[in-house]
């Protein structure tokens, strides 16, 4: 069968199983048919809170910086689009770190980009250095040594981060002995190693919760791998036997604000078709209610037809990035490979997920906290499948009590407690939710004033 048949019968198939659903609508190129970099874009797009569409390009400029050793290096960019489509600005090569300069884009590529839960931008340059931009400024605010990760030898994914902004990351190539790990916010050092036992095919991406409790790891050619923790990042995580996207070759996701639903890219001819009723060049997004189960919901379709020089179906778009306007009704999404006309514009709606009046937790959870950091007070979010005692504490890093916002019986359903810190100093806390049979849940947060 050749490339192109296969395209277009997956186009055939993904439209049949979508046409109930599907509500998003081609709106044009991003940002316009002009726009041409070597390669595409290799998960380097994501959306800061002004709506604004970041890209960095998976090669270098025709710039150039000079380097200690006096030799002159290709240079890399950071460009920022107006949801219009025009150049807001662009940043690099050469940006500011707590005023010394810094030669961000010399040597390599751009392996994957997101932002943190403050807009901030985190990206993956170099192969083995992550950087964070502040969005408003475009400085750096934090960076990482050369391979920061102890063991890693191959290029890093595409980062993703929690609710608590540490970054979640592994390597695209499997290092025997080094999976997936979770840095703390400034890259500063690894907070937890998750299990490698099932390690052994390439990867460009991860994704993870906003509370930090379950990590899906995309292989291409093993399925994604789900692995859990009751207590985020203090862990352990566990590999879950659920099957979840294991007929999908995912080489980027996304979370879509107000649905709250996970996107993931399917596959395509280079790196895997999926199975059916999937198809490949395009991304599904699932309700995620139930992480071990979730739930398809919409889907869209990479559109060949853009009129660009050139055949895009040929050149095999390999769908390795989307991202959302903070609405969540705007859609873009890019493919490696072609070097023009490697975003995509759709539009659609974002209809918030409801729970049913009355419906009744299947198991108690504790949610993470909101905001965080916070100052000086956040919301606190958990679920009671039972009526029954429970208690809800706060302790310092030292394990010392610093307030109960629970301790009682409470009703089956969901609850949220606002914990105010005025009175206490800034740093890490960690709040304990306790059930009368014994369950514990612990998850961390950041007081800063």
Request: aromatic content about 12%; overall charge neutral; some cysteine.
């Amino acid at each position: 069968m050749s490339r192109r048949f296969a395209f277009l019968l997956s186009l055939v198939m993904v439209a049949f199983l979508t046409t109930a659903n599907a509500q998003w609508k081609y709106a044009k190129v991003f940002p316009d048919t002009n726009l041409t970099l070597s390669n595409g874009l290799n998960n380097c797009m994501t959306v800061d809170p002004n709506g604004r569409v970041w890209i960095m390009p998976y090669t270098g400029s025709n710039d150039s910086v000079k380097t200690a050793a006096g030799t002159y290096a290709g240079a890399w960019h950071f460009y920022v689009y107006n949801p219009d489509g025009s150049l807001y600005k662009t940043y690099g090569p050469i940006l500011d770190f707590n005023g010394t300069p810094d030669t961000l884009f010399t040597a390599a590529a751009g392996y994957g980009m997101t932002t943190d839960h403050e807009g901030n931008i985190v990206a993956v340059k170099n192969s083995l250095t992550i950087r964070k931009i502040d969005y408003q400024t475009g400085k750096e605010t934090a960076r990482s040594a050369v391979s920061p990760i102890p063991g890693y030898k191959s290029s890093m994914t595409s980062p993703m981060c929690d609710a608590s902004d540490e970054v979640f990351i592994t390597t695209v190539i499997p290092t025997t002995g080094v999976g997936p790990v979770a840095l703390a916010s400034d890259f500063s050092s690894v907070l937890i190693s998750v299990d490698t036992s099932m390690y052994g095919s390439y990867s460009r991406n991860l994704t993870v919760t906003a509370d930090g409790n379950d990590v899906w790891v995309h292989h291409i050619g093993l399925g994604s791998l789900h692995y859990h923790s009751n207590n985020g990042t203090l862990g352990p995580y566990v590999l879950d036997p659920d099957t979840a996207f294991k007929d999908l070759v995912i080489e980027s996701s996304a979370w879509q604000p107000k649905t709250g639903w996970l996107w993931v890219s399917s596959g395509n001819v280079t790196s895997g078709m999926p199975n059916p009723p999937y198809s490949g060049y395009a991304w599904y997004g699932f309700d995620m209610t139930n992480r071990t189960a979730p739930v398809l919901k919409d889907s869209i379709v990479w559109n060949p037809n853009t009129g660009l020089a050139g055949d895009l179906i040929a050149s095999d778009p390999r769908p390795r990035g989307i991202a959302f306007s903070p609405s969540g009704d705007t859609a873009y999404v890019a493919a490696f490979g072609p070097s023009k006309g490697f975003i995509e514009m759709f539009t659609g709606k974002a209809t918030a997920i409801s729970q049913p009046p009355g419906n009744v937790p299947s198991s108690y959870s504790l949610l993470q906290n909101y905001p965080n950091p916070f100052n000086p007070s956040t919301k606190i979010d958990f679920a009671m499948k039972a009526t029954g005692k429970v208690t809800l504490k706060v302790y310092d890093v030292l394990g010392r009590e610093v307030a109960t916002l629970v301790n009682g019986v409470q009703a089956a359903g969901q609850h949220s407690v606002v914990f105010n810190a005025n009175n206490l100093p800034s740093g890490v806390y960690f709040y304990s939710l306790t059930t009368s049979d014994g369950q514990k849940f612990t998850k961390k947060m950041i007081f800063m004033k």
